[in-house]
Structures are given as structure tokens and as C-alpha cells.
């Protein structure tokens, strides 16, 4: 079984910074990809950022320049670095991965439980 745990949400004041952090552990052959979406109150999840094993970088438009991915292959960890902040970004923060358990598995997506990031004005 694979887990992805997430760390790193809190209450914030607009302008300020957090940094999440979410952890790969179980039976892991190989990490494709890994990524980050939010889901605000009464909005669809949408995909905020994605970092393949190879380091290339996909930002949704709103937080291009203000987020920054990034991963520790080592570790089987992603980052995400959300500076300035705004109100429009408080959600839930998922993190996803596309793992292969084994050398025969196709990637399979998993999902960690969230965490919250609110971004008070």
C-alpha cells in the first residue's frame, strides 16, 4: 500500500508564505509524477501544480510566480512554496501522486487527505 501525507497548512494573513510538504511511503518502484490541487468551498478540485520525476514544472495560471514545486526524488517528498499569498487561494491542498508499486505495475494515482491552507485579508 502507498500513503501520501501532507504537512504544512495553516491560517496565514494575506502577502505571507506557507510551505507543504507531502511524503511518499509504502511499496514504491518508481514515483512519474507529483502534484498539487486545492479544492475551495463549493469549487471543483483543480490542479494547482505537477512536477515529473525529471523536474519539468506546470503552474495553473493564478499561481504562476507566487508557487514554486518542487521535489526530493531521495525522499519521495514534494514541496510546495506558496508565497503572497491571496484570499482566493483558501482550500483544502491535496497531494497526488502517479506511482508504480512495482517494475510491472502501470502508474496508479493516489491521494493524500488534504490539508487546509486559509488566507485571511
Known amino acids: 500500500q502507498v500513503q501520501l501525507v501532507e504537512s504544512g497548512g495553516g491560517l496565514v494573513q494575506a502577502g505571507g508564505s506557507l510551505r507543504l510538504s507531502c511524503a511518499a511511503s509504502g511499496s514504491i518502484f518508481s514515483i512519474i509524477a507529483m502534484a498539487w490541487y486545492r479544492q475551495a468551498p463549493g469549487k471543483q478540485r483543480e490542479l494547482v501544480a505537477i512536477i515529473t520525476s525529471g523536474g519539468n514544472t506546470k503552474y495553473d495560471d493564478s499561481v504562476k510566480g507566487r508557487f514554486t514545486i518542487s521535489r526530493d526524488n531521495a525522499k519521495n517528498t514534494v514541496y510546495l512554496q506558496m508565497d503572497s499569498l491571496k484570499p482566493e487561494d483558501t482550500a483544502v491542498y491535496y497531494c497526488?501522486?502517479?506511482?508504480?508499486?512495482?517494475?510491472?505495475?502501470?502508474?496508479?494515482?493516489?491521494w493524500g487527505k488534504g490539508t487546509l491552507v486559509t488566507v485571511s485579508s
Open positions: 497526488n501522486a502517479n506511482i508504480r508499486a512495482t517494475m510491472l505495475d502501470y502508474g496508479r494515482d493516489y
